[in-house]
């Protein structure tokens, strides 16, 4: 499919830069790409050849400096076999130099995690990352994120919600913007969560993520304030959360806005904004993309499936169409049924 082809474009291009960033900061005066230039110009060659051209080019320089014994380079081969999904050789390239190299370490815990070029083996996947959490390493916080979630899950482990708690508060360390972000949101959804619910450390978490760049903890914030959970109801920092998270492409976020909207009877914003998510096909890509959880986009999607049938039958915003508006309720239904479920709840109880 067409949106396919353009997200693994740029993850290709997203790949290429990475590799070259890295090169550029490991051999800053060698012509990495073959072009004459030194690495500190390689990064602009992006934009004249394509991403596999780049990586090819890396991959013959890296080979060169393989031969002569240096295991940066060996791990920098791995990671181009990596992005280009060559998984076996790159198991080959990381696992060689594991006992050397803790980066390497963990991107074997991730294939054996993932049964990426070998056997799935979640339980050796958590030796590895717990190894790697106990290095000085800046990628120990990763490290210490994916165990917590095999805790969380269950994958390798015994499932634990304390053991989930004490590595993600370890990953997100205080809040630290140079640990692990993803941590910090993943505590405002644990202490959310009916069994861990504690909504202030939830409001706590989220603040801290959002103020650190997460775009899902922004949109979690958005909410927490429209409904007054772990913070004081507030609409103003409600639609200001929202708005800021929906125009940076939190679907959840832009659901909520439509719902909003509507609920403040500003029904031509509803419609206009509930026309552009409902054309959203690929929820994996768009998560891809912005990082948030993939029933999470769905979510925000029903939401305005739901709220756009709603006009249409109604004939506010948008000309009277009922039998469309039942076909956007039956889409939303399917996209979530248990959104779909509250919002007919709060409509028969007036509501809405």
């Given at each position: 499919?067409?949106?396919?082809?353009?997200?693994?474009s740029?993850e290709?291009?997203?790949?290429?830069?990475?590799?070259?960033?890295?090169?550029?900061?490991v051999?800053?005066?060698?012509?990495?790409t073959?072009?004459?230039?030194?690495?500190?110009?390689?990064?602009c060659t992006?934009?004249?050849?394509?991403?596999?051209?780049?990586l090819?080019?890396?991959?013959?320089?890296?080979?060169?400096?393989?031969?002569?014994?240096?295991?940066?380079?060996?791990?920098?081969?791995?990671?181009?076999?990596?992005?280009?999904?060559?998984?076996?050789?790159a198991?080959?390239?990381f696992?060689?130099?594991?006992?050397?190299d803790?980066?390497?370490?963990?991107?074997l815990?991730?294939?054996?995690?993932?049964?990426?070029g070998?056997?799935?083996?979640?339980?050796?996947?958590?030796?590895?990352?717990?190894?790697?959490?106990l290095?000085?390493?800046?990628v120990?916080?990763?490290?210490?994120y994916?165990?917590g979630?095999?805790?969380?899950?269950?994958?390798?482990?015994?499932?634990?919600?304390?053991?989930?708690?004490?590595?993600?508060?370890?990953?997100?360390?205080?809040?630290?913007?140079?640990?692990?972000?993803?941590?910090?949101?993943?505590?405002?959804?644990?202490?959310?969560?009916?069994?861990?619910l504690?909504?202030?450390?939830?409001?706590?978490w989220?603040?801290?993520?959002?103020g650190n760049?997460?775009?899902?903890?922004?949109?979690?914030?958005?909410?927490?304030?429209?409904?007054?959970?772990?913070?004081?109801?507030s609409?103003?920092?409600?639609?200001?959360?929202?708005?800021?998270?929906?125009?940076?492409?939190?679907v959840?976020?832009?659901?909520?806005?439509?719902?909003?909207?509507?609920?403040?009877?500003?029904?031509?914003?509803?419609?206009?904004?509930a026309?552009?998510?409902?054309?959203?096909?690929?929820?994996?890509?768009?998560?891809?993309?912005?990082?948030?959880?993939p029933?999470?986009?769905?979510?925000?999607?029903?939401?305005?499936?739901?709220?756009?049938?709603?006009c249409?039958?109604l004939?506010?915003?948008?000309?009277?169409?009922?039998?469309q508006?039942?076909?956007?309720?039956?889409k939303?239904v399917?996209?979530?049924?248990?959104?779909?479920?509250?919002?007919?709840m709060?409509?028969?109880?007036?509501?809405?």
């Open positions: 499919m067409e949106p396919d082809s353009q997200v693994a740029q290709q291009i997203k790949s290429a830069e990475r590799i070259l960033e890295v090169l550029k900061q051999y800053p005066n060698e012509d990495v073959g072009d004459g230039e030194a690495s500190e110009n390689a990064v992006i934009d004249t050849v394509s991403p596999i051209a780049l090819e080019r890396a991959e013959k320089f890296l080979r060169a400096k393989e031969e002569h014994g240096d295991m940066q380079a060996r791990f920098l081969l791995g990671q181009i076999h990596f992005e280009k999904h060559q998984y076996e050789e198991f080959r390239a696992d060689s130099i594991k006992d050397q803790v980066q390497a370490l963990y991107q815990a991730v294939m054996h995690f993932d049964g990426l070998t056997r799935a083996d979640p339980g050796l996947a958590v030796e590895y990352m717990k190894r790697v959490a290095s000085d390493e800046h120990k916080y990763a490290a210490l994916n165990i979630q095999a805790y969380l899950q269950g994958h390798g482990v015994k499932p634990s919600d304390s053991q989930t708690e004490r590595y993600w508060l370890q990953a997100a360390a205080d809040g630290n913007p140079n640990a692990c972000i993803k941590a910090q949101t993943a505590l405002g959804m644990f202490y959310s969560r009916p069994e861990s504690d909504l202030k450390k939830a409001f706590f989220h603040s801290e993520a959002c760049g997460s775009l899902e903890s922004q949109g979690a914030l958005g909410i927490m304030y429209l409904h007054g959970k772990g913070i004081s109801k609409m103003e920092s409600a639609i200001y959360c929202l708005k800021g998270a929906a125009e940076r492409g939190n959840y976020a832009q659901g909520h806005l439509v719902a909003c909207y509507y609920q403040s009877k500003v029904y031509a914003k509803a419609v206009a904004l026309q552009k998510i409902i054309e959203y096909k690929d929820i994996q890509a768009i998560a891809k993309t912005t990082g948030c959880l029933e999470f986009v769905a979510k925000g999607i029903a939401i305005a499936l739901f709220h756009y049938g709603r249409l039958q004939g506010i915003g948008i000309s009277q169409d009922k039998a508006a039942e076909l956007y309720y039956a939303a399917k996209m979530d049924a248990e959104v779909s479920k509250e919002i007919q709060a409509i028969t109880l007036g509501k809405i």
